[in-house]
């Protein structure tokens, strides 16, 4: 569990560094396309991160 929790991290933060600024609907489609499948994470938490993203925020804390 905890490498798939840190390859969900580096993921988001990869991206969050790539497409910080840009449309939700960019972000959103990067974050579905790249991110490991884990238990639990549903399309309402994706979106989220993506609205995060999009402000320019890292929400990955790393």
Do not use: N
């Amino acid at each position: 569990m905890r490498d798939t929790e840190e390859a969900l991290f580096r993921t988001v933060h990869g991206i969050a560094g790539r497409l910080a600024g840009q449309p939700v609907p960019v972000v959103m489609d990067a974050l579905l396309r790249d991110l490991p499948k884990a238990p639990g994470l549903e399309v309402t938490e994706i979106r989220k991160i993506a609205e995060e993203i999009s402000v320019g925020r890292d929400p990955s804390g790393l």
